[in-house]
């Protein structure tokens, strides 16, 4: 599944951080343009020059020890001159929602004992392959910058960075004290990079890795685990696409005595679950691996009994895997379902049918993802039971565009009116009508992330033939807490103009194929003075749009528009206005010559270091 | 089949992001069509395909092998007109799911593992202790075998045809065959290669 929901204090959702700014407090926090200057970043590092109140801020730092949301240390920050230092030295939790924001050397500078540090490269829509292949967010400067500077790291969470074999193994060299790796949507390393940091760092209790591309270099990673006892708590590893030796992997879990968290791959056969599950009854988080037989076994192992292996682990609260389920065995899991709050079924493919005996006794889920294989009638059977649901994803078993699809406004209704508490939904759908919509909005008022994909591109309301305007309009309007929006289908700048005048909390925004003309993005950029991440792609928006941003880009973390109407003088406008903005032109297909009129993206984002020094070929700061 | 295909249908072990060299040569793995798509919410229509589209994911090897290895983005080759998916028209960056989902649910439907598509063996290279794994099918010859090797280990590897030259500077490609013997690869017909290959190394050109 994706972020561990208790790591919600990295999620991009919660950021309200203003910028990482060193700028004291007698100056304008706004970076309008009028030049902050750099030499206030001198200041942040004379922390020797003795002064008065020593006691004072002694009791200072001890009390800023006890803060811990970001948000609240960047108010603090801005009080005065020794709030800020006392606080840069008491910062031990480093966010980076932007790897480019800042340069490594800037932030190790201003924070000296960092424990945990988070950092997030790539944009989203890099995740679907809008953007081209070595684009950046290396972790390298990073790792290079931290290994001098935090000698004690613990804890790295890295999201969309391109990490190499070698950075792993500078990681594991430079921090005798680490503990916890979290790799999401990363790619670039391999197993050899996991093999260094399984046996060089011996305090690990957390190597997880989460939707990441591993490269398969055939070496044997899981082998280089301490022979000793381990302190592991957590071991993710489902996205990793090559075998591993299960052997060792047994050994493993069994020296592993405080392992709460396994996540298996799918080279991890159903009896191979078994045997593991029988060592490791603790377990309160269980990615199941295939699920299924492996090939040469398929008779013995439908003699396995994998119920009295589920029934054993009473713990289980997080279950997901089954990446080639073998449903003839799906009831083996019906012991840990009345506990179940969180069940990821998103790689099974199953019917109603099969879903039925299991969702039934499922009173406590809090989170499903499901494939659309369920159809209306499966997720009918979720709202009749999960009375505690918070978060649904439906994902496409077939994300194809002109086929008929096995869940529409009927599921989705259903949904609404049985989760009243839900607070998170990802549906995709070929059909949805402005009535579901609206019901949602009436029926769910908690909901805070709503992303509806109507994978039809301006596919209308299937029933009236109107715009989807009135839907995501109400959306807008009775959901007071909304702070993440996504929309599809059939959109006129009318949708956005509600967007813009009931969207006030509205942080994220995704538009894909909508609107029809500059205004649709003037009412937003005009309208959401929260907005900090906007991705737009082949929608109809051009220069005087982006213009209409100017007062509020800075406050922003990025803008992305791919194959909109932007010209390239129209971007050159925006960068020479706004000086902190790295403004980013990126051709998305290197062999064509540059002869159209627009830009193929543009991704623009603040920075208080200018330009990174590791562009591509294919990208053009302005 | 050109260079393209071959290169970018081996095992997942080699990809663009561990090769930059192969960046030149590779299909860019962005899928979104600028003014196709906006002509097609101004003419309504459907959506049509421009010259610049590119279908390759690196996890999409699924497709590759499916619909025979190769869609030029710079030409729409003849394979493009042959297989008439209606994934044909679609975007590879639309809908927004994310490359492994996607992958791993088209595997599942066309059979992924099914032997007869693939036939993945390891590659080692004298003074490399890390092999990496190639799948020989997705390639239609010796050609294109040291191709992609020469690329993957950054070296220049003789082809078979050429006068041997003994010299320190080159490598030569060796495989063992199913009785253990090490030969020079070359010696036999591609599709007896096929079927008598178990593994393969890299070797200095003056060892031979």
Redesign the interface.
């Known amino acids: 599944m994706g972020e561990d929901p208790s790591s919600s204090q990295m999620s991009e959702d919660d950021d309200r951080s203003p910028p990482l700014d060193p700028i004291s407090s007698n100056k304008a926090r706004n970076c309008s343009g009028s030049g902050c200057p750099s030499s206030s970043s001198s200041s942040s590092t004379d922390y020797i020059i003795p002064y008065p109140d020593q006691v004072l801020e002694n009791v200072l730092e001890n009390v800023l020890c006890f803060l811990t949301a970001r948000q609240d240390r960047n108010a603090a920050s801005l009080v005065c001159k020794s709030w800020y230092r006392a606080e840069a030295l008491t910062r031990s939790e480093l966010f980076i929602g932007n790897c480019y924001a800042v340069s490594p050397r800037r932030a190790t500078d201003r924070f000296s004992r960092v424990r945990a540090v988070s950092i997030k490269g790539k944009p989203r ?1 890099a ?8 684009w950046g967010a290396h972790f390298g400067p990073w790792v290079s910058a931290m290994a001098k500077a935090y000698p004690w790291l613990e804890k790295v969470y890295l999201k969309r960075m ?1 990490v190499t074999d070698d950075d792993l193994a500078l990681l594991a060299e430079s921090f005798p004290g680490f503990k916890e790796l979290v790799l999401v ?1 990363c ?2 390393f ?1 197993t ?1 990079g996991l093999a260094v940091v399984a046996s060089k760092c011996r305090q690990l209790r957390v190597l997880d890795l989460i ?1 990441s ?1 591993v ?5 044997d990673w899981i082998c280089c685990f301490p022979e000793s006892q381990t302190c592991l708590e957590s071991l993710m590893f489902d ?1 990793v ?1 090559c075998h591993v030796n299960f052997e060792a992997l047994e050994r493993l879990v069994i020296r592993s005595p405080s392992l709460k968290k396994l996540r298996l791959n ?1 080279y991890v056969s159903i009896g191979q679950l078994h045997h593991l599950m029988v060592r490791a009854p603790q377990l309160t988080h269980l990615g199941t691996g295939s699920f299924s037989s492996s090939e040469g076994n398929a008779q013995g192992d439908q003699e396995l009994d994998c119920v009295s292996a589920f029934a054993a682990c009473k713990s289980i609260v997080c279950l997901s895997g089954f ?2 389920i073998f449903v003839d065995q799906l009831p083996a899991i019906y012991p840990v379902c009345a506990n179940l709050t969180n069940l990821n079924f ?2 099974a ?1 199953i019917s109603a049918e099969q879903l039925k005996p299991v969702i039934r006794n499922c009173h406590k889920l809090q989170t499903f993802w499901v ?1 659309d294989s369920v159809c209306d009638e499966g997720l009918k059977a979720v709202a009749a039971t999960c009375k505690e649901l918070r978060e649904l994803r439906v ?8 086929i008929e699809g096995p869940v529409s406004e009927i599921g989705f209704q259903a949904i609404s009116e049985g989760c009243r508490k839900l607070q998170s939904i990802l549906y ?1 759908c070929q059909r949805m009508t402005n009535e579901a919509v609206k019901a949602m909005s009436r029926n769910c008022p908690d909901l805070v992330v709503f992303r509806l ?1 109507i ?1 039809g ?2 596919r209308p309301d299937h029933v009236t033939g109107e715009s989807m305007d009135e839907g995501f309009g109400a959306i807008v309007m009775n959901c007071k807490k909304l702070t993440r929006l996504a929309v599809s289908g059939l959109l006129t700048d009318q949708a956005f103009s509600y967007i813009g005048q009931y969207g006030k909390l509205v942080r994220t925004l995704s538009v ?2 909508a609107g029809d003309s500059d205004m649709a993005l003037q009412y937003v950029l005009e309208g959401c003075p929260k907005l900090q991440k906007l991705e737009i ?2 929608s ?1 928006f051009g220069d005087s749009a982006l213009r209409s941003g100017l007062h509020h880009y800075y406050n922003m973390r990025f803008l992305w528009m ?4 932007l010209t390239r003088q129209g971007c050159r406008d925006i960068a020479r206005a706004l000086p902190r903005l790295v403004v980013e032109v990126i051709k ?5 010559v540059e002869t ?1 009129e ?1 830009v ?1 993206i543009l991704y623009m984002y603040r920075s208080l270091d200018g330009q990174r020094d590791d562009i591509p070929k294919f990208v053009d700061i302005l | 089949m050109g260079l393209q295909a071959a290169a970018h249908s081996s ?3 080699i ?4 090769h ?1 060299d192969l ?2 040569l590779l ?9 196709s ?2 002509s ?3 003419n ?1 229509g459907t ?1 049509s395909r421009n010259s ?1 589209r ?1 279908t390759h ?3 999409d090897l699924s497709t590759d092998l499916r619909l025979g290895l190769s869609i030029s ?2 030409h729409h080759s003849d394979l493009s007109s042959t297989t008439s998916s ?2 044909e028209e ?1 975007l ?11 992958s ?2 088209s595997g ?1 439907s066309e059979n992924y593992h099914h032997q007869n598509s693939s036939l993945f063996v ?1 590659v080692y290279m004298e003074g490399i202790p ?4 190639l799948n020989l099918f997705a390639h239609d010859g010796y050609d294109a075998l040291i191709t992609t090797l020469s690329l993957m280990f950054k070296t220049t590897i003789l082809c078979p045809d050429n006068n041997h030259v003994h010299s320190e500077k080159y490598y030569v490609l060796t495989y063992e065959d199913q009785e253990g013997d090490w030969m020079l690869v070359g010696d036999v017909p591609w599709e007896i290669f096929l079927t008598t290959v178990k593994r393969l190394k890299i070797t200095r050109a003056d060892r031979c």
């Not at chain 1, 994902?395 to 002109?402: A, G, H, L, N």
């Not at chain 2, 590879?92 to 996607?102: A, D, E, Q």
């Not at chain 2, 890390?130 to 794994?133: E, M, V």
Request: net charge negative; with cysteine; glycine share 6%.
């Open positions: 829509f995740d679907f392959n809008l953007m081209p292949a070595h391109s949507c790619d670039g391999g050899s939707e591309e490269i398969d270099d055939d070496v996205c696409e799918r990446k080639e998103s790689y493919n494939l994902f496409p078993v077939d994300p194809r565009e002109d995709f994909c994978m591109r301006h894909a194929f792609r082949d109809p791919s194959s909109c109407l998305s297909d290197q062999q064509q159209g627009y193929d | 095992s997942s072990s990809d663009s992001s561990n930059p960046d030149d299909p860019k793995p962005s899928g979104s069509s600028s003014s798509s906006l097609h919410k101004i309504g959506n610049r590119s994911t690196r996890t983005p710079s209606p994934r679609a590879v960056s639309w809908p927004p799911i994310k490359s492994i989902l996607r791993t649910l599942k390891k890390i092999g990496r794994k």
